[in-house]
């Protein structure tokens, strides 16, 4: 775990509910801090659903060790943004991952304690949804290392709101900081015009926030080139929807500043 100390800003991104885009934020939050000359590292530990790899078009690498430990899969030559995930250590993509709570803790610590992030700025952790051992692993191997806290994701609509509520009981439970709160798919960003418009609900997530004192970073919206581009390899931070991202992140950075 000495390991970690060399990481700056360790950030747990949550959701209460599978479906919300909760890696696809992650993955936009990590895009948008390197935009800003940060150096990021990406650990996915949803070990029975990795989708991190794909998203980056890392399919079929493979993870390289050092003295150090663990070295991460760079997605750029610059090495500005490190990804590490189950998915690098399977045979094949179509691998189901059947473990029980033991053997998941034991990948998810080594994950923590073995991983050489080097000079890192920004560790963004990937969760799998709900509250479940993945969960309080992370947050019991990290609490000695004073994590900035937890982003809980939600969507426009009431349920997935209401689920995140439950989520804020976790974090409050666990003792991990509620750093804020994302609405992810708030609105639709036409690939011809770039018009935004509403397809859900609206406003739910900073309602929530509002109501439970917890700071909205921003909403972000649907974009369906993302996925592609980022397969692709194409610079994702090019599209429209971005700009929301990196508004989110600009605000992540002031809160930062602003903590202990």
Not at 14 to 37: C, E, H, I, N, P
Not at 187 to 196: A, D, Q, R, W
Request: charged share 25%; hydrophobic share 40%; net charge negative.
């Amino acid at each position: 775990m000495e390991r970690l100390k060399s990481v700056q800003h360790v950030i747990v991104v949550l959701s209460g509910k599978g479906g919300v885009g909760k890696s696809t934020v992650a993955v936009q939050l990590a895009l948008a801090l390197m935009d800003r000359g940060k150096k990021v590292g990406l650990l996915d530990v949803d070990l029975c659903g990795p989708s991190i790899p794909k998203m980056f078009n890392l399919e079929g690498r493979s993870i390289h060790q050092c003295s150090e430990g663990w070295l991460p899969v760079y997605v750029d030559k610059e090495q500005r943004l490190g990804v590490m995930s189950i998915g690098f250590l399977l045979e094949n993509d179509d691998e189901a991952i059947i473990w029980r709570g033991p053997k998941k803790t034991a990948m998810i610590r080594q994950f923590l304690s073995d991983v050489h992030w080097q000079d890192t700025e920004y560790l963004i952790i990937d969760t799998p949804p709900g509250t479940s051992d993945e969960h309080i692993s992370v947050m019991e191997n990290l609490r000695s290392f004073n994590p900035d806290g937890a982003i809980l994701v939600t969507t426009p609509q009431a349920v997935a709101v209401g689920d995140v509520r439950r989520e804020l009981t976790f974090c409050r439970k666990t003792g991990i900081p509620v750093i804020g709160i994302i609405e992810n798919m708030s609105g639709y960003v036409c690939p011809h015009c770039t018009e935004c418009t509403n397809i859900f609900s609206q406003g739910g997530g900073e309602a929530l926030a509002k109501e439970t004192g917890v700071r909205f970073l921003g909403s972000i919206p649907i974009d369906t080139q993302l996925s592609q581009e980022l397969q692709d390899g194409k610079n994702a931070t090019e599209l429209h929807s971005m700009a929301s991202v990196r508004e989110v992140a600009n605000r992540l950075i002031a809160v930062d500043k602003d903590l202990p």
